[in-house]
Protein backbone atom coordinates (compact mmCIF):
# COMPACT_ATOMS: atom_id res chain seq x y z
CA UNK A 1 0.00 0.00 0.00
CA UNK A 2 1.73 3.70 -1.19
CA UNK A 3 1.57 6.39 1.56
CA UNK A 4 -1.41 8.62 0.47
CA UNK A 5 0.02 12.00 0.66
CA UNK A 6 -2.82 14.15 1.71
CA UNK A 7 -3.33 17.85 2.13
CA UNK A 8 -3.07 18.12 5.33
CA UNK A 9 0.05 15.88 5.22
CA UNK A 10 1.10 18.67 2.23
CA UNK A 11 1.06 21.37 4.67
CA UNK A 12 3.75 19.59 7.31
CA UNK A 13 6.39 18.57 4.65
CA UNK A 14 6.68 17.46 1.12
CA UNK A 15 9.51 14.77 2.05
CA UNK A 16 7.45 11.78 0.97
CA UNK A 17 7.57 12.24 -2.35
CA UNK A 18 11.30 10.72 -2.30
CA UNK A 19 9.20 7.69 -1.69
CA UNK A 20 7.71 6.78 -4.47
CA UNK A 21 8.89 6.45 -8.30
CA UNK A 22 8.18 9.23 -10.65
CA UNK A 23 5.09 7.35 -12.05
CA UNK A 24 4.21 6.74 -8.35
CA UNK A 25 4.47 3.06 -8.93
CA UNK A 26 6.65 0.07 -7.88
CA UNK A 27 8.61 0.17 -11.04
CA UNK A 28 8.86 -3.18 -13.16
CA UNK A 29 11.43 -4.31 -15.33
CA UNK A 30 11.42 -1.86 -18.79
CA UNK A 31 13.42 -1.57 -21.46
CA UNK A 32 14.81 1.20 -23.21
CA UNK A 33 14.77 0.94 -26.72
CA UNK A 34 12.83 1.79 -30.27
CA UNK A 35 10.81 4.72 -31.32
CA UNK A 36 7.02 6.05 -30.24
CA UNK A 37 4.84 7.28 -32.42
CA UNK A 38 2.11 9.73 -31.43
CA UNK A 39 -1.00 10.55 -33.55
CA UNK A 40 -2.42 13.25 -32.26
CA UNK A 41 -5.16 16.29 -32.19
CA UNK A 42 -5.03 19.68 -30.59
CA UNK A 43 -2.12 20.87 -33.19
CA UNK A 44 -1.94 24.17 -35.00
CA UNK A 45 0.55 25.68 -36.93
CA UNK A 46 0.71 28.93 -34.55
CA UNK A 47 1.69 26.38 -31.35
CA UNK A 48 5.39 27.12 -29.76
CA UNK A 49 7.72 26.22 -26.52
CA UNK A 50 6.04 29.05 -24.89
CA UNK A 51 4.21 26.95 -21.93
CA UNK A 52 1.69 30.14 -21.05
CA UNK A 53 0.20 29.35 -24.68
CA UNK A 54 -0.54 25.43 -24.40
CA UNK A 55 -3.83 24.70 -24.28
CA UNK A 56 -4.24 21.01 -26.05
CA UNK A 57 -3.13 17.37 -26.31
CA UNK A 58 -0.47 18.06 -29.22
CA UNK A 59 1.59 20.74 -27.15
CA UNK A 60 1.29 19.57 -23.48
CA UNK A 61 2.39 15.84 -24.29
CA UNK A 62 5.53 17.47 -26.16
CA UNK A 63 6.52 19.88 -23.97
CA UNK A 64 5.31 18.97 -20.43
CA UNK A 65 5.52 15.52 -20.69
CA UNK A 66 8.67 15.34 -22.51
CA UNK A 67 10.82 18.27 -23.31
CA UNK A 68 10.42 20.00 -20.01
CA UNK A 69 9.60 19.73 -16.24
CA UNK A 70 7.57 21.15 -13.67
CA UNK A 71 8.49 21.37 -9.43
CA UNK A 72 5.57 18.81 -9.19
CA UNK A 73 3.69 16.12 -10.70
CA UNK A 74 0.54 14.37 -10.29
CA UNK A 75 1.73 10.72 -10.59
CA UNK A 76 -0.65 7.71 -12.03
CA UNK A 77 -2.38 6.76 -9.41
CA UNK A 78 -3.36 10.61 -8.48
CA UNK A 79 -0.54 11.16 -5.56
CA UNK A 80 1.47 13.95 -5.40
CA UNK A 81 5.23 13.42 -5.95
CA UNK A 82 8.44 15.47 -6.75
CA UNK A 83 9.43 16.56 -9.95
CA UNK A 84 12.17 19.30 -10.00
CA UNK A 85 11.31 19.58 -6.07
CA UNK A 86 12.39 17.18 -3.94
CA UNK A 87 9.68 18.63 -1.01
CA UNK A 88 8.21 21.44 0.47
CA UNK A 89 6.35 22.30 3.35
CA UNK A 90 4.39 25.22 5.06
CA UNK A 91 3.86 27.58 7.54
CA UNK A 92 0.46 26.64 9.76
CA UNK A 93 -1.53 28.83 7.96
CA UNK A 94 -0.47 27.69 3.91
CA UNK A 95 0.63 31.15 3.08
CA UNK A 96 4.33 30.99 2.86
CA UNK A 97 6.16 27.49 1.65
CA UNK A 98 9.17 26.86 1.09
CA UNK A 99 10.48 24.38 -1.19
CA UNK A 100 13.46 22.19 -1.75
CA UNK A 101 15.00 21.64 -5.43
CA UNK A 102 16.81 18.70 -7.05
CA UNK A 103 20.22 19.08 -7.36
CA UNK A 104 22.68 17.87 -10.24
CA UNK A 105 19.87 18.74 -12.80
CA UNK A 106 20.57 20.56 -16.14
CA UNK A 107 19.06 22.12 -18.97
CA UNK A 108 19.73 20.43 -22.63
CA UNK A 109 21.77 23.28 -23.28
CA UNK A 110 24.27 22.28 -20.43
CA UNK A 111 23.70 24.94 -18.12
CA UNK A 112 22.36 24.01 -14.23
CA UNK A 113 18.94 24.13 -12.74
CA UNK A 114 18.84 26.35 -9.51
CA UNK A 115 16.25 28.37 -7.98
CA UNK A 116 16.77 31.56 -10.67
CA UNK A 117 15.41 29.31 -13.21
CA UNK A 118 12.03 28.70 -10.75
CA UNK A 119 11.44 32.69 -10.07
CA UNK A 120 12.35 33.66 -13.80
CA UNK A 121 9.82 30.86 -15.02
CA UNK A 122 7.33 31.49 -12.63
CA UNK A 123 7.11 35.39 -13.10
CA UNK A 124 6.86 34.70 -17.02
CA UNK A 125 3.06 34.18 -16.20
CA UNK A 126 2.61 37.89 -14.91
CA UNK A 127 3.73 39.59 -18.11
CA UNK A 128 0.20 41.62 -18.92
CA UNK A 129 1.25 40.75 -22.34
CA UNK A 130 1.50 36.89 -22.71
CA UNK A 131 -2.33 36.30 -20.92
CA UNK A 132 -1.32 33.20 -19.39
CA UNK A 133 -4.06 30.80 -18.49
CA UNK A 134 -1.70 30.21 -15.32
CA UNK A 135 -1.76 33.89 -13.97
CA UNK A 136 -4.44 33.17 -11.61
CA UNK A 137 -2.04 30.72 -9.98
CA UNK A 138 1.07 32.79 -10.01
CA UNK A 139 -0.41 36.25 -9.47
CA UNK A 140 -1.49 35.10 -5.78
CA UNK A 141 2.39 35.09 -4.54
CA UNK A 142 3.25 38.13 -3.13
CA UNK A 143 6.90 37.25 -3.19
CA UNK A 144 9.30 35.08 -4.34
CA UNK A 145 12.25 34.35 -2.37
CA UNK A 146 16.23 32.94 -3.40
CA UNK A 147 16.99 30.66 0.10
CA UNK A 148 19.68 29.36 -2.02
CA UNK A 149 20.83 27.65 -5.14
CA UNK A 150 18.66 24.69 -4.78
CA UNK A 151 15.43 26.36 -2.60
CA UNK A 152 12.85 28.64 -2.99
CA UNK A 153 10.13 30.25 -0.71
CA UNK A 154 6.78 32.10 -2.01
CA UNK A 155 4.38 34.09 -0.07
CA UNK A 156 0.95 34.11 -0.95
CA UNK A 157 -1.33 36.95 -0.43
CA UNK A 158 -3.78 34.53 1.49
CA UNK A 159 -3.42 30.71 2.68
CA UNK A 160 -4.03 27.97 -0.08
CA UNK A 161 -3.76 24.47 0.79
CA UNK A 162 -3.45 22.98 -2.49
CA UNK A 163 -0.54 25.08 -3.59
CA UNK A 164 2.36 22.43 -3.83
CA UNK A 165 -0.50 20.70 -6.85
CA UNK A 166 -0.66 23.79 -8.99
CA UNK A 167 2.73 23.93 -9.20
CA UNK A 168 2.24 20.72 -11.38
CA UNK A 169 0.09 22.45 -13.62
CA UNK A 170 1.57 22.17 -17.38
CA UNK A 171 2.01 25.66 -18.15
CA UNK A 172 4.29 26.01 -15.63
CA UNK A 173 7.25 24.88 -17.31
CA UNK A 174 11.24 25.24 -16.07
CA UNK A 175 13.05 27.41 -18.71
CA UNK A 176 16.96 28.48 -17.94
CA UNK A 177 16.69 32.12 -16.30
CA UNK A 178 19.49 33.45 -18.88
CA UNK A 179 17.88 32.26 -21.73
CA UNK A 180 14.63 32.46 -21.34
CA UNK A 181 13.84 33.94 -25.32
CA UNK A 182 16.56 31.50 -26.42
CA UNK A 183 14.49 28.04 -24.41
CA UNK A 184 11.36 29.23 -25.84
CA UNK A 185 12.04 29.55 -29.28
CA UNK A 186 14.23 26.31 -29.64
CA UNK A 187 12.39 24.39 -26.64
CA UNK A 188 15.17 23.86 -23.98
CA UNK A 189 14.08 22.12 -20.69
CA UNK A 190 15.19 19.87 -18.35
CA UNK A 191 12.58 17.04 -19.62
CA UNK A 192 13.79 13.31 -20.95
CA UNK A 193 13.59 14.22 -24.27
CA UNK A 194 15.07 17.17 -26.09
CA UNK A 195 14.24 18.74 -29.84
CA UNK A 196 15.43 17.81 -32.83
CA UNK A 197 13.18 19.21 -34.65
CA UNK A 198 10.32 21.29 -34.52
CA UNK A 199 7.40 21.98 -37.23
CA UNK A 200 4.67 23.54 -35.79
CA UNK A 201 1.13 22.15 -36.60
CA UNK A 202 3.26 19.07 -38.52
CA UNK A 203 5.32 16.96 -36.74
CA UNK A 204 7.93 17.27 -34.03
CA UNK A 205 11.23 14.66 -33.46
CA UNK A 206 12.69 14.67 -29.80
CA UNK A 207 15.85 12.20 -28.48
CA UNK A 208 16.19 10.90 -25.47
CA UNK A 209 18.69 12.81 -23.08
CA UNK A 210 21.52 10.19 -21.49
CA UNK A 211 22.56 11.09 -18.08
CA UNK A 212 18.74 12.71 -17.13
CA UNK A 213 18.06 12.11 -13.24
CA UNK A 214 15.17 10.02 -14.10
CA UNK A 215 17.47 7.58 -15.39
CA UNK A 216 15.91 3.72 -14.36
CA UNK A 217 12.44 5.01 -13.57
CA UNK A 218 11.24 6.34 -16.51
CA UNK A 219 12.33 7.59 -20.16
CA UNK A 220 12.43 4.25 -21.99
CA UNK A 221 12.27 5.47 -25.69
CA UNK A 222 15.13 6.23 -27.61
CA UNK A 223 13.45 8.65 -29.65
CA UNK A 224 9.31 9.99 -30.01
CA UNK A 225 8.10 11.13 -33.21
CA UNK A 226 4.78 13.54 -32.32
CA UNK A 227 2.67 14.34 -35.65
CA UNK A 228 -0.44 16.15 -36.21
CA UNK A 229 -3.14 14.65 -36.65
CA UNK A 230 -6.15 16.53 -36.20
CA UNK A 231 -8.91 14.82 -37.94
CA UNK A 232 -10.15 12.11 -36.14
CA UNK A 233 -10.86 9.54 -39.33
CA UNK A 234 -7.69 10.11 -40.33
CA UNK A 235 -6.05 9.77 -36.83
CA UNK A 236 -7.99 6.08 -36.46
CA UNK A 237 -6.62 5.23 -39.97
CA UNK A 238 -3.50 5.97 -38.98
CA UNK A 239 -3.55 3.39 -36.06
CA UNK A 240 -5.05 0.85 -37.56
CA UNK A 241 -2.47 0.46 -40.36
CA UNK A 242 0.55 0.68 -38.42
CA UNK A 243 1.26 4.36 -39.46
CA UNK A 244 1.24 4.94 -35.48
CA UNK A 245 1.52 3.87 -32.65
CA UNK A 246 -1.09 5.47 -30.58
CA UNK A 247 -3.55 7.79 -30.25
CA UNK A 248 -5.42 10.38 -28.13
CA UNK A 249 -9.40 10.98 -28.60
CA UNK A 250 -10.55 7.50 -30.03
CA UNK A 251 -13.49 7.90 -32.16
CA UNK A 252 -15.86 5.36 -30.44
CA UNK A 253 -17.53 4.63 -33.87
CA UNK A 254 -14.70 2.69 -34.82
CA UNK A 255 -14.13 1.27 -31.39
CA UNK A 256 -15.27 -2.57 -33.19
CA UNK A 257 -12.82 -2.30 -35.37
CA UNK A 258 -10.25 -1.78 -32.86
CA UNK A 259 -11.18 -4.24 -30.86
CA UNK A 260 -11.37 -6.72 -33.82
CA UNK A 261 -7.60 -5.92 -34.53
CA UNK A 262 -5.53 -8.17 -31.98
CA UNK A 263 -2.95 -5.77 -31.96
CA UNK A 264 -4.80 -3.16 -30.99
CA UNK A 265 -6.18 -2.51 -27.56
CA UNK A 266 -8.03 0.54 -26.11
CA UNK A 267 -6.88 2.67 -22.59
CA UNK A 268 -10.04 3.71 -21.40
CA UNK A 269 -10.06 5.93 -17.58
CA UNK A 270 -12.57 7.95 -16.11
CA UNK A 271 -11.43 11.20 -14.59
CA UNK A 272 -13.22 14.42 -14.54
CA UNK A 273 -13.19 15.66 -18.62
CA UNK A 274 -16.39 17.46 -19.33
CA UNK A 275 -17.59 18.44 -22.69
CA UNK A 276 -18.95 22.06 -22.27
CA UNK A 277 -20.72 24.86 -24.47
CA UNK A 278 -19.66 28.05 -22.97
CA UNK A 279 -21.92 31.72 -23.06
CA UNK A 280 -20.47 34.85 -23.05
CA UNK A 281 -22.31 36.77 -20.22
CA UNK A 282 -20.90 40.42 -22.02
CA UNK A 283 -23.09 39.82 -25.18
CA UNK A 284 -27.05 39.52 -25.69
CA UNK A 285 -28.68 37.36 -25.12
CA UNK A 286 -25.79 35.34 -23.10
CA UNK A 287 -25.96 38.30 -20.21
CA UNK A 288 -29.97 36.83 -18.96
CA UNK A 289 -29.43 34.90 -16.70
CA UNK A 290 -33.19 32.81 -17.73
CA UNK A 291 -31.97 32.82 -20.99
CA UNK A 292 -28.93 30.69 -19.93
CA UNK A 293 -31.19 28.06 -17.52
CA UNK A 294 -33.45 28.42 -20.86
CA UNK A 295 -30.85 26.46 -22.61
CA UNK A 296 -29.54 24.18 -20.30
CA UNK A 297 -32.95 22.73 -19.76
CA UNK A 298 -32.97 22.33 -23.65
CA UNK A 299 -30.33 19.81 -24.45
CA UNK A 300 -30.94 16.07 -23.88
CA UNK A 301 -28.19 15.33 -21.72
CA UNK A 302 -28.70 10.96 -21.96
CA UNK A 303 -28.69 11.34 -25.84
CA UNK A 304 -25.77 12.96 -25.85
CA UNK A 305 -23.91 10.67 -23.27
CA UNK A 306 -25.41 7.31 -26.03
CA UNK A 307 -24.98 8.86 -28.97
CA UNK A 308 -22.14 10.62 -28.62
CA UNK A 309 -20.03 9.53 -26.10
CA UNK A 310 -21.35 5.82 -27.20
CA UNK A 311 -21.84 5.30 -23.30
CA UNK A 312 -17.91 5.94 -22.19
CA UNK A 313 -18.90 8.89 -19.84
CA UNK A 314 -21.91 10.39 -17.67
CA UNK A 315 -24.50 12.84 -17.36
CA UNK A 316 -23.22 16.75 -16.35
CA UNK A 317 -24.81 18.88 -14.39
CA UNK A 318 -23.25 21.99 -16.01
CA UNK A 319 -20.72 22.74 -13.35
CA UNK A 320 -17.20 21.55 -13.80
CA UNK A 321 -16.21 19.39 -10.90
CA UNK A 322 -15.97 15.68 -11.74
CA UNK A 323 -16.77 12.16 -10.37
CA UNK A 324 -12.97 11.98 -9.76
CA UNK A 325 -13.17 15.06 -7.72
CA UNK A 326 -12.86 14.71 -3.74
CA UNK A 327 -15.63 17.15 -3.25
CA UNK A 328 -17.82 16.25 -5.97
CA UNK A 329 -21.44 17.50 -5.40
CA UNK A 330 -22.90 14.25 -6.53
CA UNK A 331 -26.98 14.99 -4.50
CA UNK A 332 -26.96 18.31 -6.47
CA UNK A 333 -30.61 18.58 -7.85
CA UNK A 334 -30.62 17.89 -11.73
CA UNK A 335 -30.70 20.10 -14.32
CA UNK A 336 -33.23 17.79 -16.94
CA UNK A 337 -34.43 18.56 -20.36
CA UNK A 338 -37.56 20.45 -19.78
CA UNK A 339 -39.51 21.66 -22.80
CA UNK A 340 -41.89 23.50 -20.53
CA UNK A 341 -39.58 25.06 -18.22
CA UNK A 342 -37.28 26.40 -20.86
CA UNK A 343 -40.09 28.08 -22.44
CA UNK A 344 -41.45 29.43 -19.49
CA UNK A 345 -37.60 30.74 -19.05
CA UNK A 346 -37.81 32.35 -22.28
CA UNK A 347 -41.08 34.55 -21.12
CA UNK A 348 -39.62 35.42 -18.14
CA UNK A 349 -36.43 36.81 -20.10
CA UNK A 350 -39.48 38.48 -22.26
CA UNK A 351 -38.94 35.95 -24.86
CA UNK A 352 -41.34 34.43 -26.91
CA UNK A 353 -38.80 32.26 -28.28
CA UNK A 354 -34.63 32.41 -29.43
CA UNK A 355 -32.62 32.11 -32.28
CA UNK A 356 -28.95 31.81 -31.57
CA UNK A 357 -25.75 30.46 -33.56
CA UNK A 358 -23.56 27.70 -32.28
CA UNK A 359 -20.35 27.72 -33.19
CA UNK A 360 -18.77 24.26 -33.40
CA UNK A 361 -15.89 22.05 -34.41
CA UNK A 362 -14.03 18.52 -33.83
CA UNK A 363 -10.82 20.56 -32.59
CA UNK A 364 -13.54 21.67 -29.85
CA UNK A 365 -14.20 17.53 -29.10
CA UNK A 366 -14.59 14.73 -31.18
CA UNK A 367 -18.65 14.51 -32.03
CA UNK A 368 -19.03 18.24 -31.58
CA UNK A 369 -20.72 18.57 -34.34
CA UNK A 370 -23.02 16.16 -34.23
CA UNK A 371 -23.56 17.09 -30.79
CA UNK A 372 -24.62 20.43 -31.92
CA UNK A 373 -26.74 19.03 -34.22
CA UNK A 374 -28.74 17.17 -31.54
CA UNK A 375 -28.92 19.73 -29.35
CA UNK A 376 -30.43 21.80 -32.15
CA UNK A 377 -33.56 18.87 -32.56
CA UNK A 378 -34.17 19.13 -28.55
CA UNK A 379 -33.93 22.65 -28.32
CA UNK A 380 -36.24 23.11 -31.04
CA UNK A 381 -39.51 21.72 -29.40
CA UNK A 382 -37.85 24.84 -26.39
CA UNK A 383 -39.03 26.98 -29.25
CA UNK A 384 -34.98 27.85 -29.24
CA UNK A 385 -33.64 27.69 -32.92
CA UNK A 386 -29.76 26.93 -32.67
CA UNK A 387 -28.37 27.55 -35.92
CA UNK A 388 -25.18 25.10 -35.67
CA UNK A 389 -22.31 26.62 -37.17
CA UNK A 390 -19.37 24.87 -38.14
CA UNK A 391 -15.98 26.39 -38.08
CA UNK A 392 -12.72 25.44 -38.93
CA UNK A 393 -10.63 23.25 -36.86
CA UNK A 394 -7.26 24.90 -37.31
CA UNK A 395 -7.43 27.92 -35.21
CA UNK A 396 -10.55 27.52 -33.28
CA UNK A 397 -9.31 27.94 -29.71
CA UNK A 398 -7.44 31.63 -30.95
CA UNK A 399 -10.20 32.33 -32.97
CA UNK A 400 -13.70 31.12 -32.10
CA UNK A 401 -13.39 30.00 -28.40
CA UNK A 402 -13.81 33.35 -26.43
CA UNK A 403 -14.22 35.24 -29.33
CA UNK A 404 -17.95 33.80 -30.75
CA UNK A 405 -20.71 33.88 -28.51
CA UNK A 406 -21.74 30.58 -28.13
CA UNK A 407 -19.23 27.50 -28.81
CA UNK A 408 -18.45 24.25 -28.26
CA UNK A 409 -15.56 23.66 -26.17
CA UNK A 410 -13.97 20.92 -23.91
CA UNK A 411 -12.01 20.34 -20.24
CA UNK A 412 -9.97 17.91 -18.68
CA UNK A 413 -10.62 18.77 -15.31
CA UNK A 414 -8.24 19.20 -12.45
CA UNK A 415 -6.81 16.74 -9.36
CA UNK A 416 -8.72 19.75 -7.35
CA UNK A 417 -11.45 22.05 -6.91
CA UNK A 418 -9.55 24.99 -6.71
CA UNK A 419 -7.57 24.37 -9.07
CA UNK A 420 -10.17 23.43 -12.12
CA UNK A 421 -12.44 26.78 -10.27
CA UNK A 422 -9.66 29.26 -10.54
CA UNK A 423 -8.52 28.51 -14.27
CA UNK A 424 -11.60 28.51 -15.69
CA UNK A 425 -14.28 30.34 -13.18
CA UNK A 426 -12.03 33.36 -11.30
CA UNK A 427 -12.65 36.52 -12.44
CA UNK A 428 -10.64 38.22 -14.96
CA UNK A 429 -9.23 34.31 -15.60
CA UNK A 430 -7.63 34.11 -19.01
CA UNK A 431 -9.57 31.22 -19.66
CA UNK A 432 -12.56 32.20 -18.01
CA UNK A 433 -14.42 31.56 -21.29
CA UNK A 434 -17.59 32.93 -20.21
CA UNK A 435 -16.68 36.35 -18.35
CA UNK A 436 -19.54 34.70 -15.63
CA UNK A 437 -19.38 36.92 -12.71
CA UNK A 438 -21.02 36.16 -9.21
CA UNK A 439 -20.26 38.17 -6.37
CA UNK A 440 -20.66 34.76 -3.89
CA UNK A 441 -18.84 32.46 -6.04
CA UNK A 442 -16.11 34.89 -5.59
CA UNK A 443 -16.25 35.00 -1.97
CA UNK A 444 -16.59 31.25 -1.45
CA UNK A 445 -13.66 30.51 -3.72
CA UNK A 446 -11.03 32.50 -1.87
CA UNK A 447 -12.33 31.32 1.11
CA UNK A 448 -12.29 27.56 0.38
CA UNK A 449 -8.37 27.85 -1.13
CA UNK A 450 -7.26 28.98 2.56
CA UNK A 451 -9.93 26.50 4.54
CA UNK A 452 -7.91 23.50 5.90
CA UNK A 453 -10.92 22.23 7.49
CA UNK A 454 -12.19 19.52 4.62
CA UNK A 455 -15.45 19.54 6.10
CA UNK A 456 -16.00 23.57 5.72
CA UNK A 457 -14.57 23.13 2.68
CA UNK A 458 -16.83 20.60 0.84
CA UNK A 459 -19.60 22.66 1.84
CA UNK A 460 -17.92 25.53 0.37
CA UNK A 461 -17.53 23.30 -2.76
CA UNK A 462 -20.57 22.19 -3.31
CA UNK A 463 -22.65 25.71 -3.09
CA UNK A 464 -19.68 26.41 -5.58
CA UNK A 465 -21.07 24.26 -8.18
CA UNK A 466 -24.69 24.95 -7.18
CA UNK A 467 -24.12 28.27 -8.01
CA UNK A 468 -22.49 27.51 -11.18
CA UNK A 469 -25.37 24.79 -12.08
CA UNK A 470 -28.22 27.11 -11.45
CA UNK A 471 -26.76 30.68 -12.31
CA UNK A 472 -23.39 29.79 -14.25
CA UNK A 473 -23.00 30.77 -18.03
CA UNK A 474 -22.13 27.32 -19.44
CA UNK A 475 -23.97 24.27 -20.46
CA UNK A 476 -22.16 20.93 -19.44
CA UNK A 477 -24.32 18.40 -20.64
CA UNK A 478 -22.01 15.23 -20.00
CA UNK A 479 -18.62 14.02 -18.34
CA UNK A 480 -16.42 11.65 -21.86
CA UNK A 481 -14.20 9.17 -20.30
CA UNK A 482 -10.65 9.18 -22.17
CA UNK A 483 -10.30 6.90 -24.20
CA UNK A 484 -7.15 6.26 -26.06
CA UNK A 485 -5.97 3.63 -28.56
CA UNK A 486 -2.27 1.70 -28.88
CA UNK A 487 -0.30 -1.07 -30.58
CA UNK A 488 0.23 -3.86 -28.53
CA UNK A 489 3.94 -3.52 -28.69
CA UNK A 490 3.69 -0.86 -26.26
CA UNK A 491 3.76 -1.86 -22.56
CA UNK A 492 1.92 0.57 -19.86
CA UNK A 493 2.12 0.94 -16.14
CA UNK A 494 -0.44 -1.36 -14.14
CA UNK A 495 -2.63 1.68 -13.17
CA UNK A 496 -2.48 4.67 -16.05
CA UNK A 497 -3.12 8.32 -14.96
CA UNK A 498 -6.72 9.94 -15.20
CA UNK A 499 -6.23 13.81 -14.89
CA UNK A 500 -5.68 14.02 -18.67
CA UNK A 501 -5.69 11.46 -21.92
CA UNK A 502 -2.19 9.58 -23.19
CA UNK A 503 -1.59 8.72 -18.92
CA UNK A 504 -1.99 12.22 -17.99
CA UNK A 505 -0.28 13.21 -21.16
CA UNK A 506 2.82 11.58 -19.92
CA UNK A 507 3.06 8.60 -22.11
CA UNK A 508 6.48 9.67 -23.68
CA UNK A 509 7.71 9.11 -20.01
CA UNK A 510 5.79 6.22 -18.57
CA UNK A 511 5.58 3.81 -21.55
CA UNK A 512 7.44 1.13 -22.96
CA UNK A 513 8.49 -1.22 -26.07
CA UNK A 514 6.71 -4.34 -24.55
Known amino acids: ?99 DLRQGVTFHNGAPFTADDVIASLKLHLDEDAKSAARPIVAPITEMKKLGEHQVQFVLEAGNADFPFLMSDYHLLMYPHENVEEAIAQGIGTGLYKVESFDPGVRTLLSRVDGHYKDGKAGWFDQVEVIAINDGSARMTALMTGQVDA ?172 WMFTLGYETGAAWNDTHWENQRFQTLLKDARAELDSDKRRDMYHEMQALCSKEGATAIPMYANFVDGYNTKLGHPEVVGNVFDLDSNRICERWWMA
Request: aromatic share 8%.
Open 1 to 99: MLPQISRRGLLRSGAAAGLLSVTGLPLRAQSRGGTLRLGLAGANTSDSWDGRTHSDTYMITTAYGAVFDCLTEIAANGELVGELATGWESTPDAKTWTF
Open 247 to 418: VNNVEFQVEPLLKANPNLALNEVTGNQHYTFPMLTDLSPMDNLKVRQALKHAVRREELVEKILLGHGAVANDHPIGPANQYYHADLEQNAYDPEKSKALLKEAGLDGLSIDLSVSEAAFSGAIDAGLLYQASAKECGIDINVVQEPADGYWSNVWIKKPWCASYWSGRVTED
